[in-house]
């Protein structure tokens, strides 16, 4: 079964073909980051006119690195949400235009089930696990019990983590994106010269808020303007490390409640880059009797495999509409993973 997925929720444009045979056929990502930075962060607006201009070419571009014809596909799975609408439009409509031309399934996969189902494609691993997804948009720890069945045990209540990395870099001077700029400068600085708080840190439940911590780190260069941003950076991202174990220390706790034999945390999303995050959970999870499994870097961001993986899932267990029905997908902006969790109003701006 070959599969092509879409991506456009926020800003990368991706495509990919990928088969039941967990093989990645062709994997291609463009990323705008270049077209956001003056900006310091994603623009909707400029990132839904560059998904309109890259993706023809780009899904040509998956299908002829594939090596495959759009008749040999047997389904097209685009991400319908949660993220930024118009760039979400822009990869259902054309998914939906070529399913409609082949006469295939159309699958309309939500972004963060991408996410969730990837290291069964990276590593075959089977249900249950427990999900930590760390990126720009979202923070969560969710138990993946089965494919559809998804239980949020804690999300953020404010900013996503990457959000953070991303406004401290920025008020540290440093590049964008501010999550691989706090994690080189890190590297040359002392965590010990600095001293910021860890919301949530011993509360019960594995909720997150990382405003604090954001106004914390603003505070604290305006009252010591001369604190090197190095050691800023280390500061920062220890504090975080800190939070992250504690959260997922309580979820694995939880997670154990519904699973008792579970036996894997799987960290996915843009932060699952950062190692000493990887390290920091890595102990924890020795410390528990688990085992950490981090998908590769390219594949832990967006990207279409993804997509195209959860396509592969949900086609094989028949969990999909038929034309002209499909055709009717909704792009949605918010699309939580568990229909049961209670939304956070304040979270979740960005995919
Ligand atoms: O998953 P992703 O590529 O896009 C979405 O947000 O969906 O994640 C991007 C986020 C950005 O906030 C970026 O700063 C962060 O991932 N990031 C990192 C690192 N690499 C990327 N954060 C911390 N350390 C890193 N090495
Ligand atoms: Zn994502």
Not at 61 to 76: K, P, R, T
Not at 113 to 125: K, S, V, Y
Not at 129 to 152: A, N, P, T
Request: aromatic fraction near 4%; include cysteine.
């Amino acid at each position: 079964m070959n599969i092509l997925g879409i991506e456009t929720s926020c800003d990368e444009t991706a495509a990919a073909v990928v088969n039941s045979d967990r093989r990645i056929l062709s994997n291609i990502v463009l990323s705008q980051i270049d077209q956001h930075r003056p900006y310091g962060g994603v623009v909707p607006e400029i990132a839904a006119r560059a998904h309109v201009e890259q993706i023809d070419g780009l899904i040509r571009q998956a299908m002829s690195g594939a090596a495959l014809d759009f008749n040999d596909l047997d389904g097209v799975a685009a991400t319908a949400g949660p993220g930024l609408i118009g760039g979400v439009m822009v990869g259902l409509v054309t998914g939906k235009a070529i399913a409609a031309a082949i006469g295939k399934p159309l699958l309309a996969v939500n972004h963060l089930e991408g996410h969730a189902l990837t290291p069964r494609l990276t590593h075959d691993l089977a249900f249950p696990y427990l999900l930590l997804l760390v990126s720009g948009g979202h923070c969560q720890l969710v138990l993946i019990e089965g494919l559809g069945r998804y239980r949020r045990l804690g999300t953020t209540i404010d900013d996503a983590v990457g959000e953070a990395f991303d406004k401290a870099g920025k008020m540290l001077g440093l590049d964008y994106p501010g999550g691989p700029a706090i994690q080189a400068a890190a590297e040359r600085g002392d965590a010990g010269l600095v001293n910021l708080p860890r919301p949530m840190l011993g509360r019960a439940g594995c909720d997150f808020s990382f405003s604090g911590l954001k106004t914390a780190v603003r505070r604290l260069l305006e009252k010591q303007p001369d604190l090197r941003p190095e050691d800023v950076a280390a500061g920062f991202q220890t504090a975080v490390g800190d939070v992250m174990v504690d959260r997922a220390g309580n979820a694995i706790h939880m997670a154990r409640q519904f699973c008792p034999d579970l036996s894997h945390l799987v960290i996915a999303g843009g932060v699952a880059a950062n190692s000493h995050l990887r390290q920091r959970l890595d102990e924890l999870c020795r410390a528990r009797g688990l085992e950490l499994v981090a998908p590769p870097i390219d594949l832990c961001t967006d990207n279409g495999a993804m997509i195209a993986w959860a396509g592969v899932e949900r086609l094989a267990a028949g969990l999909h509409d038929t034309l002209p029905d499909a055709l009717y997908a909704p792009a949605r902006a918010r699309w939580p993973l568990d229909p049961d969790a209670t939304p956070m109003p304040f979270a979740g701006k960005k995919a």
